[in-house]
């Protein structure tokens, strides 16, 4: 039917505008290429525990994304103190997170360093930064930004100087100098809270959202093959097609161009600039319950293959059985991964072992490795400008971005339940109600 609203993927960026648009009364059908709804937000349960495609959390930045989801949820959520450390190779020491502000546990003249180097950074310079690296050096000081591109760069597989910058101001903190030292004498608490489910993963969210929705209207195992602008049709894998009036896709934005008919050459050029970096997700289970009382540990050093460790039986009693521990294992990459799995997955437990999180004597009960092809879109230089234009060629094709891999840019489901509340108020607007 040409009078609905099309919405192409069924991760947390589809379903949150199938349910506002549902509030609005206007007509949608979503389209997942999974046999279920989720997107990167699904669980899967791997010797009897359950494990997310990385830690998925409700950080609490967004009232109404924080109350929506507490509705939604109802009593299947709770908060916890932030529990994210970073581990410190060198110094067989962990720190608080954000590093820039609780830098207690590292040795005294590298504490006396970094301060001065962040008090240099008050001098004004008058410089627009260039780069990634630049803004953390001019925000931060030297020293503090060194540690920071260690993991940045392990976590991109990019050098932070051909990064842009502007997106971080809204992700990397900058702490006052008192605030910088008192986390750097005192071992001072994290100060905020994230909210989690009890039972059944992150997934669970997704199923909350999708059982306010129309099931008829919701279609999976449908990949999208090609659209045709000028008919407004969309044809699916499945043998299935869908006519639109408007269409909204959360898929990455370079596999879009590439299934759309009679793009321009310049806006099928400027998609193939946007860049991503890939993730393997190690998944262990291990025979015993105290492998770490932390939450997430971020790894930094060049001789372990992971950036971070999560350790998702603390986030939940319902998680892993008694006496299971469940960790998350996470490892960028670009193109190609470093290894096969299962030499890859021989390769997290060493590493682990190294750092003193598993011992050589654990009992392994379960090691999965999952996979995210396109996990997170890259903060090149031109991607702000890119995507706009890429944006204004869409919409007036009526053809709207909605999402992290939608609009390409690195957002998380607080950013993105309003963005879709927006999106649908918007459409509301511009839609052409059926005579």
Known sequence: ???NVVII???????SLAYHLHQLNIPYELYEKEERVGGINRSEVIAGC????????????DQYATDLTVELLGENVHFLPFGDWSYHRKYNVYTRLPFQKHMYGIPLHAVVRNLFGFLGTKLPNGKEPESYQDWLYQNLGKPVADMIIAQESKKWKHDPVTMDYRWAPARVPIPAFKEMLRGALTNTK????????????I??????FASRLHESRIHVG?????????????????GDTASYQKLVSTMPLPILIERLTGVPEEIRE???Q??????KIAAIVVNRDDVSEKNFIYVHDPEYIFHRVSIMSNLSDEIAPPGRSALVVEITYIDEPPLEDSALLQRVIHDLIDMQLLRKDDEILGMEMMHLPIAYPMPTPDRIDSVEKIRQYLESNDIYLLGRFGEWEYVNMHDIIPRARDLSVRLEQIYELPA
Do not use: Q, V
């Open 203 to 208: 997934e669970a969210l997704m199923k909350a």
């Open 9 to 15: 993927g069924g991760g947390i960026a589809g379903l």
């Open 50 to 61: 359950i494990f997310d495609y990385a830690p998925r959390l409700f950080l609490l930045k």
């Open 274 to 279: 946007l860049k991503y970096i890939s993730l």
């Open 270 to 272: 400027t998609a193939t």
């Open 222 to 238: 449908a990949t999208l093959t090609s659209i045709d602008t000028t008919e407004r049709r969309i044809r699916f894998n499945n």
């Open 1 to 3: 039917m040409t009078d």
């Open 190 to 201: 994290h100060e905020r809270n994230f909210g989690y489910t009890i039972t059944g993963g």
